[in-house]
């Protein structure tokens, strides 16, 4: 049975350390930029990296990660990064504006 764990990444600071961890996820699990996997006998072997990815009917791999901030322009460096085509667009969620000055 393959355990399954979702990433919560919320702010500034937890969507860019998420991104960072994503990537680092992909070159070690031998996932290109665009969610696909070399397939070769070695690679096949190893089912470990499905606990943190899920593979689409297109035979893509989709990081398991919800990534939410009040401000846009986090969610849009990731929506513009290298690694864009893996995220899928329903998990980033950003607000309209930031939540500067908003005091309790």
């Known amino acids: 049975m393959v355990r399954e764990v979702l990433s919560v990444n919320v702010?500034?600071?937890?969507?860019?350390l998420g991104?960072?961890?994503?990537?680092?996820y992909c070159g070690e699990h031998k996932i290109h930029p665009d969610g696909t996997r070399p397939k070769n006998k070695k690679n096949s072997e190893d089912q470990s990296f499905q606990t943190f990815f899920e593979e689409t009917g297109a035979g893509q791999y989709v990081p398991r990660s919800l990534m939410v901030d009040l401000e846009p322009?986090?969610?849009?460096?990731?929506?513009?990064?290298?690694?864009?085509?893996?995220?899928?667009?329903?998990?980033l969620l950003a607000g309209k504006e930031d939540a500067a000055n908003n005091f309790a």
């Open 11 to 16: 702010g500034q600071a937890g969507v860019q």
């Open 19 to 24: 991104q960072d961890v994503w990537n680092q």
């Open 73 to 91: 322009n986090c969610i849009d460096d990731v929506k513009n990064s290298p690694y864009r085509n893996i995220f899928h667009p329903e998990f």
